[in-house]
């Protein structure tokens, strides 16, 4: 079974300040880890994820995370914060196998302070 | 355009009025799948479907039912709607090979009065 905890349910930040969002994961098979984000009233999207290989991943709008197998983390990092950053995120992680399922952690809201 | 859509968007109704949520997808995927989210419990798959006709339940299925005759088509039914389904609630869907990667739909907010 896997799991993740998302530390912090809310994050706030001056524009232009490092965006730090927490995530630990928990797996008994090697994972693959996402973050999604959503913005107000819309859907999911896919942010970034990792499968295999590269354990610093890039995704859009600047985002970027990495994969510590020793730490059992996915942190997602941005240099700097944009107003238009400001969502809701979600850490979710899968096992390595076709057709498993996504399991979504319960989300960070991120807050862009001009 | 590639997209997942939901009707309706807003949905208020009340206590054992049955209703459906309809998803649909133009991206010929194999995977469906529902989710509700609530605040502090971020999204909880409720059923999916692998393929037409192949469903299974997923960790809150209680006082949902779904089915799966078309393959783009994935509607959750609510037989008998309880306050603690008051929710929004997200369709998604995925090719098979790579279910961790699902597109998701506008949502439905639900409220059961």
């Known amino acids: 079974a896997q799991s993740v905890t998302q530390l912090g349910s809310h994050v706030s930040v001056s524009e232009g300040a490092l965006v730090l969002l927490r995530c630990n994961y928990s797996?008994?098979?090697?994972?693959?880890l996402f973050w999604y984000v959503q913005y107000p009233n819309q859907g999911l999207q896919l942010l970034l994820k990792?499968?295999?290989?590269?354990?610093l991943v890039k995704g859009i709008n600047g985002f970027e995370a990495e994969f510590k197998k020793s730490e059992t983390s996915f942190h997602l990092t941005k240099p700097s914060a944009h107003m238009s950053d400001a969502a809701e995120y979600f850490c979710?992680?899968?096992?390595?196998?076709?057709?498993?399922?996504?399991?979504f952690g319960t989300g960070t809201r991120l807050a862009v302070r001009p | 355009e590639a997209q997942v859509t939901q009707n309706p968007r807003y949905l208020i109704t009340v206590t054992g009025k049955k209703l459906t949520v309809t998803c649909s997808q133009n991206?010929?995927?194999?995977?469906m799948s529902w989710y509700r989210q609530d605040p502090g419990l971020g999204l909880r798959q409720i059923y999916y479907?692998?393929?037409?006709?192949?469903?299974d339940k997923g960790d809150v299925p209680e006082g949902y039912k779904v089915s799966r005759k078309e393959k783009r088509n994935f509607p959750l039914i609510l037989e008998s709607p309880s306050p603690n389904q008051t929710s929004l609630y997200f369709c998604?869907?995925?090719?098979?090979?790579?279910?961790?990667?699902?597109?998701f739909g506008p949502g439905t907010r639900l409220t059961v009065t």
């Open positions: 479907s692998m393929n037409v006709e192949v469903t």
């Open positions: 797996s008994s098979v090697p994972p693959y």
């Open positions: 991206m010929n995927h194999e995977y």
């Open positions: 998604a869907s995925s090719p098979l090979g790579n279910t961790y990667e699902q597109y």
């Open positions: 990792y499968t295999t290989g590269a354990t």
């Open positions: 979710a992680v899968s096992a390595q196998s076709s057709g498993d399922k996504l399991t």
